[in-house]
């Protein structure tokens, strides 16, 4: 290789002019190249093993069952969600993923639906409540959700009852909810992006 | 521009990339520095890869495996980071190695390469270490007990030895815990790792500082020309060839690497004899073998390549004599030492020839005794290899497993994959055999059919209990339904059951039918004869009276005589008139045996006749049978039995009972003797239908085996149990003994889901349960009885049951037979298993809940017919009890009001009762009061008297006086007696008026007295005599009265008595 013919350096190196320079420049070139193909492998391998999370898929999209839709009320309630969860090597059953309200909505034809929210804040994450709170934009004690971190107040349906003050950019996440034949309920359990104006899934 | 120069100026960067640029190469050949260099680039891969593996790795005992599990199997090219990262240190090893002696033999160790030396081999030693503390990072079984072997010698360093080893192992215990491995961790990376880097530097750096040497002064004699060479003035620029030949180096380096990565995956042949279960990154990069288990003896620990020949060294005699300390902690470091003294012996042109040859012979040593040792591990000619590839063997099921296990659905759980396998009937099964019920139970295939590749044999030196392998197929049942085999060792044999067991008496007997009896012969002696046992299957089918042959022969002939035509074919056999030809004859003989077998074919094909046939005749044996009797018609001596004369005259007139009598068989042997059962001719065809009918009950209880419970009892039969089930082992009288469907019995064990897993666990548990052997069991401990100490715990034996029927997780076929195999293929395949698995549980959830469904609506109706006859039952007795509740009522009503009557009856009568007791006791009072009185009266009378009589002449006197006193007396009298009188009652009238007049009386004749003798007092004393007559009299009256009035007492007392009696009857009542 080291006595590799002129015409071959030439091909590769066409604008260099001294035949010396040329051959030199595409030695070191293919030193060079063969250096990093060499810790290519590792380093492609590394980063492959190292970025392996953006590859998982997370919970998205898994349904569960909660109740049924006789069990409901109006007032929403709480229901935790838990499933197997596997944390990196190990698998640990009946494990929490996730904290929902689920409450009945009566529709103007007098059909029954369910209605589901997370209760991660769209703001920063912290864990939304519903009880007596002070309505800001009548300034009286009603029964809403509410964020104890930075404030922020809900409507039963998850709108913000002050949209231009809050410091949640969206309303509350709600969730796809199905009723089977047999009234059962089952929520769509998935995690949101925080701070954004849009809901994207996780 | 500006920023450049700022650059430069803050950094020094261009002037350095610069001075990179125009760098220059060291004179000389190349290929002096093709080690160095790769050496170079090792430590980059390693120190690379070894961040990444850092990144992931957890060093707990409980999470290193499976960290280094995840690394290897679920991150994407974990296993080539891993590979090369172990690889990569191999080779390291080998060519600082190689450098150190290479360094030797050039004499390139010599001055002024002093340092160059000594930090090149410090490297190696370093990379020794290394290797050693990285081999226990994956707390795998091989890395474990190689490094435990190695380590645990510390403690032979006398004093300091077992304080040093603490320190190492980071606990007062002698095994390796999460701390062993966390200062493992720190000793690789920080001490090693880290010390290697230094090492390195200064070692590049001795290296650049001898050039200079040698380049500015020449006073050094005997340098190699190649170390010359390089440190020439005559440089020449790095970028052109150098540059080149450093990159191939690094490439012929890698691939060397790669090689090593890809070398259990290095062929076609390998990658096609993968094990389907197992995903492709078992076979790529380093091994991983199974989880820590310190339980297990894992006779395949062997240290790592490099360290092969001090491992020989170490068992040679003379260190065993010695101590095993010199072996270790002696003869290395002198070694090491002496090593480290080469450049200073070198010094001389001898000593630099000592140091080659010292060399050499060291090299040749060191591969001699690693030939040495992979010779014994590998060489079949070896005695320990054996012993090696079992333990290699045993480690890779167990690493296997647990991969299978950790890509099962569970996962692994918290507590580590240990666990996992810790808990897994595939594993453990044949440990627990081992322990339990090896001591009397064989485990090995009895033939090639059986023989299945997830049981491993164990054997039992001396088998005294059944042998179990396969023990849930038919093949394995077929054993004990064989009256042959049945007394085998492999059965029956070596038990308690062998001799007085009824199971292989019974078979002999009873099933097979046959038995040994003492006969005499012609000349009267005794002889043994096999003989027909009535009670036997093959009796009761042959047998004579209402047997199913004669049942089938008379059906026969009857059929036969029923048609004209065949009247006929007799009238032509027996050829009365003497006119048909002896063809005719002969082809009417033909015919009619061939009618007769036609009948007898059509008879066996009747079902309905088949099905009333009594005995009832399994399908084998009926087959058996009619062969039986087919063979019969076409044999010659019966034959000409058939064609006798009288014979066939007797078949015309329908008396064919000769031919199917008890005679029957016995002429057709021409015997006329009852007929030793083995010189029965077929009787071996019918002996082989029994035969089939027990091949066919071995069947019908290796579908039990398969049963979770006993099948349930649905639409008037039990859930998917063969028709015949129940029949055929009715039949071979098995259900005598057993329990099956239908048929409960506890003198034998329950054949309803007979080994199955839940029937195993619950025998195990206990085998003295009524339902199996009770009493009779023999020898074999209750492992977890209800009551008493457990010898094994549940979970053991249920581990054991579900190893004994084969129920265990097994994982999926995997996408593995590609190098690479697909990406997640293992968990792919794993969650689609999970997903086929629970669609198959749903749809047997479904099923079982309509099962139940139906059961329970079945037993629902039952119930309510049940509810209903027990109402109408119940309305009867509720009727029945209602009138007696009536009557019974009334009577109590009755009664208590008997009794309240009673009660207020003895009330009044206790009260009327104490009442007159009390005036009775005051009348009684009164009275002696009375006659108190009346006797102080009558003294006082008599003294008057007296003084009447000594005073009679001093009466005329005293008469005024007396008569005075005599009237004061008579109204104190009166008074009194009047008094008394009042008090007395009505009940007591009569005596008060007897009183009353008695007093009256009295005071009449006291008057009259008195007055008599106020009259004549002076001299007619007669008077006063009769007045004292009329007072004892009175006196009497009284004392009659008295006792009167007691009398009345003590009656009434007698009545309250009696009364008391009564209330005290009345309360007890």
Redesign the interface.
């Known amino acids: 290789?080291?006595k590799s013919s002129p015409q071959e350096a030439k091909c590769c190196c066409a604008d260099v002019g001294d035949a010396q320079g040329r051959?030199?420049?595409c030695?070191?070139a293919?030193?060079?190249?063969?250096?990093a193909?060499?810790?290519a492998?590792?380093?492609?391998?590394?980063a492959?093993?190292?970025l392996?999370p953006w590859?998982q898929v997370g919970l998205a999209g898994k349904e569960y069952q909660l109740s049924t839709l006789d069990a409901l009320s109006e007032t929403p309630r709480q229901f935790v969600i838990t499933d197997?969860v596997?944390d990196?090597?190990?698998?640990?059953?009946n494990q929490t993923i996730g904290v929902v309200y689920l409450r009945k909505v009566v529709n103007e034809d007098g059909s029954v639906a369910a209605v589901a929210f997370q209760s991660v804040c769209p703001h920063a994450g912290c864990r939304v409540k519903f009880g007596s709170t002070k309505n800001p934009a009548t300034g009286e004690n009603e029964e809403l959700f509410f964020c104890p971190c930075h404030g922020d107040v809900f409507y039963l349906d998850g709108e913000r009852v002050l949209p231009e003050e809050s410091k949640s950019a969206r309303s509350m996440d709600s969730l796809e909810t199905r009723v089977d034949e047999s009234g059962r309920v089952f929520v769509k359990f998935q995690n949101f992006q925080l701070g954004t104006a849009e809901k994207k899934p996780v | 521009m500006n920023f450049v120069k700022w650059l430069d100026e803050r950094t020094g960067l261009v002037a350095a990339y610069s001075k990179f640029v125009n760098m220059q190469a060291p004179g000389g050949r190349f290929c002096c520095r093709a080690i160095p260099v790769s050496l170079v680039f090792l430590f980059i891969l390693q120190a690379l890869t070894g961040i990444f593996l850092w990144a992931f790795y957890s060093p707990s005992a409980t999470s290193a495996w499976e960290s280094v599990f995840y690394i290897q199997y679920v991150l994407p090219f974990g296993w080539l980071v891993r590979g090369i990262h172990h690889y990569s240190a191999q080779v390291f090893v080998a060519l600082s190695g190689l450098y150190v002696f290479f360094l030797i033999i050039h004499g390139a160790y010599r001055r002024p390469r002093e340092f160059v030396y000594w930090s090149a081999l410090v490297m190696f030693l370093l990379s020794l270490c290394s290797c050693l503390t990285g081999d226990l990072l994956p707390w795998s079984l091989s890395g474990y007990f190689a490094t435990f072997t190695r380590v645990a010698f510390l403690q032979l360093i006398p004093g300091i030895g077992v304080k040093l080893y603490q320190l190492v192992v980071g606990g007062p215990d002698p095994q390796f815990g999460s701390l062993t491995l966390t200062r493992f961790l720190f000793l690789h990376v920080c001490v090693f790792g880290g010390g290697g880097f230094v090492t390195l530097c200064l070692w590049k750096y001795f290296d650049f500082r001898s050039r200079k040497i040698l380049r500015n002064e020449a006073r050094f004699d005997n340098v190699h020309k190649c170390c010359l060479a390089c440190a020439n003035k005559k440089t020449k620029p790095f970028w052109a060839c150098d540059a080149f030949l450093v990159g191939l180096t690094c490439v012929v380096t890698m691939a060397i690497v790669l090689g090593l990565v890809f070398q259990r995956s290095c062929c076609s042949e390998k990658i096609a004899a993968r094990d389907p279960s197992l995903p492709a990154e078992a076979y790529l990069g380093a091994e991983l073998t199974g989880p820590v288990d310190v339980s297990t003896s894992f006779d395949a620990a062997r240290p790592e390549w490099s360290f092969r020949g001090l491992y020989t060294m170490s068992k040679l005699p003379i260190f065993s004599k010695i101590g095993m300390v010199y072996a270790i902690f002696v003869v290395p470091p002198i070694l090491v030492l002496l090593f480290f003294l080469a450049p200073i012996i070198g010094r001389s042109k001898f000593g630099h020839v000592v140091c080659v040859v010292a060399t050499l012979a060291f090299a040749v040593v060191v591969v001699d005794f690693s030939y040495k040792s992979y010779y014994e591990d590998y060489s079949p000619k070896s005695d320990h290899s054996a012993s090696f590839k079992a333990g290699m063997a045993e480690a890779e099921r167990a690493a296997n497993r647990a991969v299978e296990l950790a890509f099962a659905p569970a996962g692994i759980p918290k507590t580590g994959a240990l666990t996992l396998l810790k808990d897994d009937p595939y594993l453990q099964g044949p440990a627990l055999f081992n322990q339990h019920c090896a001591s009397c139970h064989n485990f090995k295939a009895q033939s090639e059919e059986l023989r299945s590749s997830d049981y491993v044999e164990i054997e039992c030196s001396e088998p005294t209990a059944p042998n179990l392998y396969g023990a849930h197929s038919a093949e394995w049942i077929r054993g004990f339904t064989n009256e042959n085999t049945l007394a085998d060792v492999d059965c029956f044999g070596a038990t308690a059951f062998a001799t007085d067991g009824s199971m292989i008496k019974f078979m002999k007997d009873n099933v097979f039918g046959g038995k040994i009896v003492v006969d005499k012969d012609d000349d009267g002696n005794d002889v043994q004869k096999f003989m027909l046992s009535p009670s036997g299957l093959i009796g009761k089918v042959i047998d004579v009276d209402g047997s199913a042959a004669v049942d089938v022969l008379e059906s026969v002939f009857e059929d036969f005589c029923g048609e004209e035509e065949n009247l006929e074919l007799i009238n032509t056999i027996l050829n009365e008139d003497g006119d048909v030809e002896e063809a005719a004859v002969d082809q009417a003989k033909v015919q009619l045996i061939a009618k007769l077998k036609e009948l007898l074919a059509a008879k066996f094909a009747d079902e309905e006749f088949v099905a009333e046939l009594d005995p009832q005749v399994p399908a084998p044996l009926l087959a058996a049978l009619q062969s039986t009797l087919m063979k019969t018609l076409d044999d010659g001596a019966y034959q000409d039995l058939l064609f006798d004369e009288t014979a066939l005259e007797s078949i015309r007139d329908e008396d064919y009972e000769d031919f199917i009598s008890e005679e029957y068989l016995a002429r057709l042997n021409g015997n006329e003797e009852p007929i030793p059962l083995d010189e029965l001719q077929y009787i071996d065809e019918l002996r082989d239908g029994v035969r089939a009918a027990c091949d066919g009950v071995a069947e019908i209880l290796a579908e039990e085996a398969k049963l979770d419970a006993p099948r349930p009892f649905v639409d008037g039969a039990y859930l998917g149990l063969a028709p015949n089930a129940i029949s055929d082992l009715d039949f071979l009288n098995c259900t005598n003994c057993h329990s099956f469907y239908g048929t409960e019995n506890d003198h034998a064990c329950d054949l309803r889901a007979y080994m199955s897993r839940n029937w195993l666990v619950e025998f195990i548990s206990d085998p003295t349960l009524p339902k199996f052997y009770g009493a009779k069991n023999d020898r074999m401990p209750s492992y977890h009885p209800a009551e008493g100490d457990a010898l094994m715990t549940q979970k053991e034996v249920e581990a054991l049951a579900d190893w004994l029927s084969g129920k265990w997780y097994r994982a999926p076929e995997v996408a593995n037979k590609t190098l690479l195999g697909e990406p997640g293929a293992a968990k792919a395949a794993s969650v689609a298993q999970e997903e086929l698995r629970q669609q198959e549980e749903a749809v047997a959830l479904a099923e079982r809940l309509e099962l139940d469904a139906k059961i329970a609506r079945q037993t629902a109706e039952r119930l309510e017919a049940e509810a209903k006859a027990a109402q109408a039952k119940e309305e009867k007795i509720k009727k029945a009890e209602e009138e007696k509740a009536k009557k019974e009522a009334e009577e109590k009503a009755k009664l208590q009001k008997d009794l309240a009557d009673a009660q207020a009856a003895l009330k009044k009568t206790t009260e009327a009762a104490s009442n007159a007791a009390t005036e009775a006791s005051e009348t009684l009072q009164a009275t002696q009061k009375e006659r108190d009185a009346a006797l102080q009266e009558l003294k006082t009378l008599k003294s008057d008297l007296d003084k009447v009589s000594s005073d009679a002449a001093d009466v005329q006197k005293t008469m005024e006086s007396e008569k005075q006193a005599i009237e004061q007396n008579v109204s104190q009298l009166k008074k009194q007696i009047a008094d008394q009188s009042a008090a007395h009652k009505a009940e007591l009238e009569k005596s008060v008026a007897d009183l009353n007049e008695s007093h009256r009386q009295a005071m009449q004749l006291q008057k009259e007295a008195a007055e008599q003798r106020l009259a004549a007092v002076q001299n007619d004393a007669q008077t006063a005599r009769d007045a004292e007559a009329a007072a004892l009299k009175r006196e009497q009256d009284l004392k009659t009265a008295l006792q009167r009035s007691q009398s009345t007492i003590d009656q009434l007392n007698a009545r309250i008595a009696e009364l008391e009696a009564e209330i005290s009857k009345a309360s007890e009542q």
């Open positions: 290789m080291s051959r030199s420049f030695l070191s293919l030193g060079l190249g063969m250096g193909a060499a810790l492998t590792p380093i492609y391998a590394g492959r093993m190292a392996y590859s197997n596997t990196a090597w190990s698998t640990e059953p």
